[in-house]
C-alpha cells in the first residue's frame, strides 16, 4: 500500500521529445522512483510536434502501460495536421471529452493532482479529478493558452483566445498552488485572480545530457562541410515560432546553412517557401541520445518568434542549447521570458524578430570571430549547472507538491 498516490494530467509525455512531454515525463519518473510512491500520469496518444500520432499507437482508444515505474493511461483524441481555432477546439473538447468519459483507474484516490498546463483540456481534467477526490489540485503553467491564441496567427485567434483565457482563469482559481516557470507569468496569473501569495516560480530545466562525441565527427556524419556557418533551430515548427525569418536569411546570405530540425503544422509550407534554396536543410527530429551531439555541432542556434507573440515562456528548447554550449541568437522581443535569459546567462546575442538583415548580421558577426562565440557558448552550461540543473528542478517541484499537500492537511484538520 502507498503511503501515497499522484495523478499528473499531461496532454504530451514520452516518447514525445519536444516541447512540455520531457518535464512532465522527468517529474512523474523522479517522483515514481521513491518507493512509497505510486504514480500515475493521464495523457494522450504522442502526437507532438509533428501532429501525427506515432504509428506505434494508431488506432487504439485507450492504452495502459507501465513505463519506468509510471502508470500511463492513454486516451484517443483528434489530432489537427493544421491548426485552425476550430480544429485547436475539437482538440482540446476531445482530450477533455475522452478524459471525463473514461478517468483513469488508479486503484484508490489520489493524494493530490498536478496539471501540465497550456492544456486547456488537462487543466480542466485535473481540477475536477482534484475536486472530486477533495484532494490538493497543483497546476504547473508552462504557457498561457489565452495569450497563445491570440497570438497564433490562426484564423479566430481572438475569439478563441477570450474562450481559451475564461477557461484558465477558472481552472488557475481553483488550485491550491500555481507553479510558474518564469517570472513574468507571475502578473498574468495574478490578473486572473489568483493572489500572489498562491504563486510559486518552479523554472524548468536542462533535461538533455551534455555532448558526449567531437563535434567534427558528428558534423561529418551530417554533411556539415565546408565553409558555410551551420545555424540550427530545434523543435516545433509551428506558427507562433515565425520560421519563415530564417528562410528569408538564408536567402540573403548563401554562406549560411540554415538547418531546421523537427517537425510541425508548418513544416510543409516552410519546405515550400524554402524551394531552390541550397543553403536550407531540413532534419527530422533526432533521436533523444543524439540530441546533444547534434545542438553541439551547430556553429548557431537559433530562436525565433513572431513579432506579434507578447513572449513570456521560455521555449523548452532554450535549456537544451545553452546545455549544447553553442553561442545563441534569438529573434525575439527584447520585453520577453527568452530576453531575459539570454541576457541573465550571457550566452547568445538578442536581435528584432522578423528581421532577417538583422539575423544574418548577428550570426556573420558571430561567425567573423570564432573565439569569440565559442566564449559566448561556453557560458551556456556553466548558466545550466547554476541554475537549469535537473536535481534542482526537480526539487523545486516537489517542494511545490508537499507545500500543496502539507496546506491541504492543514486545513482539513482546521474545519475537523
Given amino acids: 500500500m502507498p503511503v501515497r498516490r499522484l495523478l499528473l494530467v499531461s496532454t504530451n509525455y514520452a516518447p514525445e521529445q519536444a516541447g512540455i512531454g ?27 510536434p509533428s501532429w501525427r500520432v506515432d504509428p506505434a499507437y494508431r488506432g487504439n482508444w485507450r492504452t495502459a502501460e507501465l513505463r519506468a515505474g509510471v502508470r ?58 482534484a475536486r472530486r477526490h477533495r484532494v490538493p489540485f497543483v497546476p504547473v503553467v508552462q504557457d498561457l493558452m489565452g495569450a497563445a491564441a491570440a497570438q497564433s496567427g490562426i484564423r479566430g485567434g481572438d475569439r478563441a483566445a477570450h474562450a481559451a483565457a475564461a477557461v484558465e482563469r477558472r481552472v488557475l482559481r481553483a488550485a491550491t498552488l500555481v507553479g ?14 489568483v493572489p500572489s501569495e498562491r504563486v510559486r516560480l518552479v523554472p524548468n530545466w536542462s533535461h538533455v545530457a551534455a555532448p ?39 536567402r540573403l546570405d548563401p554562406g549560411l546553412r540554415i538547418v531546421l530540425m523537427g517537425d510541425g503544422n508548418q513544416h510543409r509550407r516552410l519546405r515550400t517557401l524554402a524551394a531552390g534554396l541550397a543553403n536550407v536543410q531540413f532534419l527530422p527530429p533526432a533521436d533523444e541520445a543524439d540530441f546533444p551531439d547534434v545542438l553541439a555541432a551547430a556553429d548557431v542556434l537559433a530562436v525565433t518568434q513572431r513579432a506579434a507573440v507578447l513572449d513570456m515562456s521560455v521555449p523548452s528548447k532554450l535549456t537544451s542549447y545553452f546545455a549544447a554550449g553553442r553561442p545563441v541568437v534569438a529573434a525575439v522581443a527584447e520585453s520577453g521570458g527568452t530576453a531575459q535569459e539570454i541576457r541573465r546567462s550571457g550566452a547568445g546575442r538578442l536581435v528584432a524578430p522578423e528581421d532577417p538583415s538583422a539575423l544574418a548580421g548577428a550570426i556573420r558577426a558571430l561567425s567573423a570571430d570564432p573565439a569569440a562565440a565559442d566564449a559566448l557558448g561556453a557560458r551556456g552550461p556553466a548558466y545550466a549547472e547554476s541554475r537549469l540543473g535537473r536535481r534542482a528542478g526537480l526539487a523545486r517541484i516537489t517542494g511545490l507538491l508537499d507545500e500543496a499537500l502539507a496546506e491541504h492537511t492543514g486545513q482539513r484538520g482546521a474545519t475537523a
Fill in 72 to 129: 500511463v493511461h492513454r486516451r484517443r483524441h483528434t489530432v489537427p495536421p493544421r491548426q485552425t481555432a476550430l480544429r485547436r477546439a475539437l482538440y482540446e473538447a476531445s482530450i477533455l471529452g475522452h478524459g471525463l468519459l473514461v478517468p483513469p483507474r488508479t486503484g484508490g484516490p489520489p493524494h493530490a493532482v498536478v496539471a501540465q498546463l497550456p492544456s486547456l483540456a488537462g487543466g480542466v481534467l485535473a481540477a475536477r479529478l
Fill in 212 to 250: 558526449s562525441a567531437p563535434r567534427a565527427q558528428t558534423r561529418q556524419r551530417l554533411g556539415w562541410t565546408g565553409d558555410r556557418t551551420v545555424v540550427l533551430h530545434s523543435g516545433n515548427m509551428g506558427l507562433k515560432q515565425g520560421l519563415d525569418v530564417l528562410i528569408e536569411t538564408a
Fill in 22 to 48: 520531457p518535464y512532465a515525463t522527468q517529474i512523474a519518473e523522479h517522483w515514481a522512483a521513491d518507493p512509497e510512491t505510486e504514480m500515475h500520469v493521464l495523457t494522450g496518444m504522442p502526437h507532438y
Fill in 180 to 193: 510558474v516557470i518564469h517570472e513574468s507569468f507571475v502578473d498574468k496569473v495574478a490578473a486572473m485572480g
